[in-house]
């Protein structure tokens, strides 16, 4: 039972809270690599108290970000792959032994065995640089919009 609390105890100050959009860090976070001119890749990692659904939006947040940096209006996801990991931590059962005069009384607390999801993403992203009244391709995303949209429910670290 105290190894339990003291395990609980330990990931929740490792991990503290539900990593926030920020640059790669101990607890995660997102990035954008160059991988050709107008191609970068959205890394995105999560600890075990970040949805999924918040991953994502680090991945079109980022891609949004790196489209306007780089003088794009809108970007293409052209591929991608989850990169979420788990990890299972066990803690072992207890026995306690107790003499009373000739008696023995035994108590056993079993182990448990927790599973920790940690959310994450790589995903390729193409940028498209559209002059004025030019009509985006089939796919692109406004990177405008997603700035707009998902910059606003995005929690950044204060």
């Known amino acids: 039972m105290i190894r339990s609390f003291v395990v609980a105890l330990l990931l929740l100050v490792t991990a503290g809270c539900a990593t926030k959009y920020q640059e790669m860090g101990f607890t995660g976070g997102v990035t954008a690599q160059q991988v050709t001119t107008d191609t970068y890749r959205i890394v995105a990692r999560g600890n075990a108290y970040t949805s999924g659904t918040a991953i994502q939006d680090f991945v079109l ?27 299972t931590i066990n803690t072992p059962g207890t026995m306690q032994t107790t003499v009373v005069g000739r008696t023995a009384f035994s108590t056993y607390s079993p182990g448990s065995s927790t599973t920790l999801i940690k959310p994450g993403q790589d ?21 405008q919009e997603i700035i707009t949209f998902v910059g606003s429910r995005v929690q950044r670290p204060s």
Not at 63 to 85: K, P, Q, R, Y
């Open 61 to 87: 947040l980022k891609a949004a970000e790196t489209a306007v940096a780089a003088g794009a209006t809108h970007f293409g996801i052209v591929g991608g792959a989850d990169a979420s990991s788990a990890q």
């Open 123 to 143: 995903v390729y992203v193409r940028l498209v640089r559209l002059r004025p009244g030019e009509a985006p391709p089939p796919g692109a995303i406004s990177a």
